[in-house]
Nanobody, 122 residues
Framework: QVRLVESGGGLVRAGGSLRLSCEDS????????MGWFRQTPGKEREFVAT????????WYDDSVKGRFTISRDNAKHTLYLEMNRLKPEDTAVYYC???????????????WGQGTQVTVSS
């Protein structure tokens, strides 16, 4: 049973930084793509970033490119999202995801964490 546990959310001012972490507590995900999605009330969950199983390839939504960095440490079974130059529109619940099949990119056919709130004040 895959269990993903996120941490690191909080309240920050615009222009500030946060780092999210996601631990794969069952240590299942070493060969699978992982990523981050986010969701605001009344909207669909949207893609933020994804990273391949080996950590060598990553892709970002245009809205976060150049500000956010996704990384993973497979020895620690942990996924990260470094978020810099945060904007109020980045406010959302952020979800960690591990794809059920792919080792390259995460899709919505994934295991999910419980989510962590990120709030950016103007």
């Amino acid at each position: 049973q895959v269990r993903l546990v996120e941490s690191g959310g909080g309240l920050v001012r615009a222009g500030g930084s946060l780092r999210l972490s996601c631990e794969d507590s069952e240590r299942d995900g070493g060969s699978r793509a992982m990523g981050w999605f986010r969701q605001t009330p009344g909207k669909e969950r949207e893609f933020v970033a994804t990273i391949a199983w080996d950590g060598d390839r990553a892709w970002y939504d245009d809205s976060v490119k150049g500000r956010f960095t996704i990384s993973r440490d497979n020895a620690k079974h942990t996924l990260y999202l470094e978020m810099n130059r945060l904007k109020p529109e980045d406010t959302a619940v952020y979800y960690c995801a591990m794809d059920r099949r792919s080792g390259v990119v995460v899709t919505k056919d994934a295991y999910w964490g419980q989510g962590t709130q990120v709030t950016v004040s103007s």
